[in-house]
């Protein structure tokens, strides 16, 4: 069971708000993600870190910023929300010294700009 | 660019029976690892095959990977209702930082 947790998890905001996803676990995992999916889509890698003070864009151009203070906190930004900024937004986790990099996901938070 | 690309997009069976997913891949892997995801929820890790491995048990759960196909498959025996989902591979390259997923097959077994 991954203790890895999202808030909010459904999120209905309008247009130019500025809206933050929180990310914390408590596994004292090093590497933290964010994914970003539409519904019956795949995944897409939006950022990453590998540490405290260690992000770094992700395959998938996004205008979301993050931040690693903390090693358990991983927060995604968004300064100026969009329609086209709905979706789900999914943290996750895995530790480097574990084989094969296990990635732990939390449940996700799904946001809609309307 | 997606690295992996499962196939079929969508499987229907009936409960008791086998479902097979395949995955196709690109470049030279690390390992390889499938994931499950229920409607609406965060994935959940199932079981990772390293590349000089071409067979993994666990549970009702089977994959196989052949590189020199670049190509994975999962198979759940005997399938029951509760493994409805959607069943995503992942590859993380030899030099690779995170986990790249597929587009993900989508398993709907019915009772």
């Known amino acids: 069971e991954a203790d890895i947790y999202q808030t909010p998890r459904y999120l209905v905001i309008g247009t130019g708000k500025k809206i933050t996803l929180e990310c914390s676990q408590t596994?004292?995992?090093?590497?933290m993600y964010w994914y970003q999916q539409d519904p019956g889509m795949e995944l897409h890698l939006i950022h990453y870190?590998?540490?405290?003070?260690?992000?770094e864009k992700g395959d998938l151009s996004s205008e979301s910023t993050v931040s690693r203070i903390r090693t358990e906190h991983f927060p995604l930004t968004l300064e100026s929300a969009r329609p086209s900024h709905t979706s789900q937004y999914l943290c996750?986790?895995?530790?480097?010294?574990?084989?094969?990099?296990?990635?732990?996901f939390g449940e996700g938070s799904w946001l809609t700009v309307v | 660019s997606q690295q992996g690309e499962e196939d079929p997009q969508a499987l229907s069976i009936q409960e008791g029976e086998n479902a097979t997913m395949n995955c196709s891949y690109k470049?030279?892997?690390?390992?390889l690892q499938w994931y499950r995801q229920n409607s609406g929820r965060g994935l959940v890790h199932l079981i990772l095959i390293r590349s000089n491995e071409r067979e993994k048990h666990s549970g009702r759960l089977r994959v196989t990977l052949d590189t020199s196909k670049k190509s994975s498959s999962l198979l759940i025996t005997a399938s029951r209702a509760a493994d409805t989902a959607s069943y995503f591979c992942?590859?993380?390259?030899?030099?690779?930082?995170?986990?790249?997923f597929g587009k993900g097959t989508t398993l709907s077994v019915s009772s």
């Open positions: 470049t030279s892997i690390n390992n």
């Open positions: 996750a986790s895995s530790e480097s010294r574990t084989q094969g990099n296990t990635i732990y």
């Open positions: 992942a590859t993380r390259s030899q030099a690779g930082t995170a986990l790249i």
């Open positions: 596994m004292g995992h090093d590497k």
């Open positions: 870190s590998y540490g405290v003070n260690s992000t």
